[in-house]
């Protein structure tokens, strides 16, 4: 009876690297690379700045970096406004669409800083309160209840920037953005198939 539960674990393990085989190598690559920066180590947790978070996730939220929150959108055929920039010469971007996608970098960075400092303050403070010995379930629920909602404001600022960022573009750029992030063999998504059928860069 007890070996059943091992064959389970092995029988899943099994499948799950089938899948992942499955996977187009750039996509896995590109996935795992984003989540090799959202992936919270232990170890490299215990001796960061605020236990509990470690230190490139903090870094990120400083530098009002994505840090994993807008992998909906952009796993999705959504893409970033700082990876577009970075391929706007492989893209063919044009001088409109440069400007444009710069504009909404250039007003979400500020406002991810803003919040990811925020975030960090209330994270420090709840590290404390435990470290201290001074917190209770009701100075708990608080603590939470303030740092849920400035992640969702947060949250809320990145994947706003790609719902806009994939307007600007037209369904073909959109594909071969997918194709040089890796996320896909360049089928167009159903938004890019019903929402942007007559879009046209700007020159």
């Given at each position: 009876m007890q070996k059943q539960p091992m064959k389970l674990?092995?029988?899943?393990?099994?499948v799950f690297f089938i899948i992942l085989m499955a996977i187009a190598p750039a996509s896995?690559?590109?996935?795992?690379?984003?989540?090799?920066?959202?992936?919270?180590?232990?170890?490299?947790?215990?001796?960061?700045?605020?236990k509990g978070i470690d230190p490139t996730t903090i870094d990120a939220y400083r530098k009002g970096e994505g840090a994993g929150l807008a992998l909906p959108a952009e796993l999705n055929g959504y893409p970033g406004p700082r990876?577009?920039?970075?391929?706007?010469?492989?893209?063919?971007?044009t001088t409109m669409q440069r400007a444009q996608i710069q504009a909404l970098y250039n007003?979400?960075?500020?406002?991810?800083i803003a919040l990811g400092t925020q975030l960090l303050g209330k994270e420090a403070a709840l590290e404390k309160g435990f470290h201290d010995g001074t917190l209770d379930e009701q100075t708990l629920q608080a603590?939470?209840?303030?740092?849920?909602?400035?992640?969702t404001q947060l949250q809320f600022v990145?994947?706003?920037?790609?719902?806009?960022?994939?307007?600007?573009?037209?369904p073909q750029q959109v594909m071969l953005y997918?194709?040089?992030?890796?996320?896909a063999s360049g089928t167009l998504h159903a938004h890019d198939q019903m929402q942007m059928p007559t879009a046209q860069p700007t020159p």
């Amino acid at each position: 009876m007890q070996k059943q539960p091992m064959k389970l674990i092995t029988l899943a393990a099994t499948v799950f690297f089938i899948i992942l085989m499955a996977i187009a190598p750039a996509s896995r690559q590109a996935i795992a690379q984003e989540v090799a920066t959202t992936t919270l180590s232990a170890y490299d947790a215990i001796d960061s700045e605020i236990k509990g978070i470690d230190p490139t996730t903090i870094d990120a939220y400083r530098k009002g970096e994505g840090a994993g929150l807008a992998l909906p959108a952009e796993l999705n055929g959504y893409p970033g406004p700082r990876h577009v920039l970075d391929l706007a010469d492989k893209l063919s971007l044009t001088t409109m669409q440069r400007a444009q996608i710069q504009a909404l970098y250039n007003a979400m960075k500020p406002q991810a800083i803003a919040l990811g400092t925020q975030l960090l303050g209330k994270e420090a403070a709840l590290e404390k309160g435990f470290h201290d010995g001074t917190l209770d379930e009701q100075t708990l629920q608080a603590s939470l209840s303030e740092i849920g909602t400035i992640q969702t404001q947060l949250q809320f600022v990145h994947l706003r920037t790609h719902l806009a960022t994939v307007k600007i573009l037209t369904p073909q750029q959109v594909m071969l953005y997918n194709q040089l992030r890796g996320y896909a063999s360049g089928t167009l998504h159903a938004h890019d198939q019903m929402q942007m059928p007559t879009a046209q860069p700007t020159p």
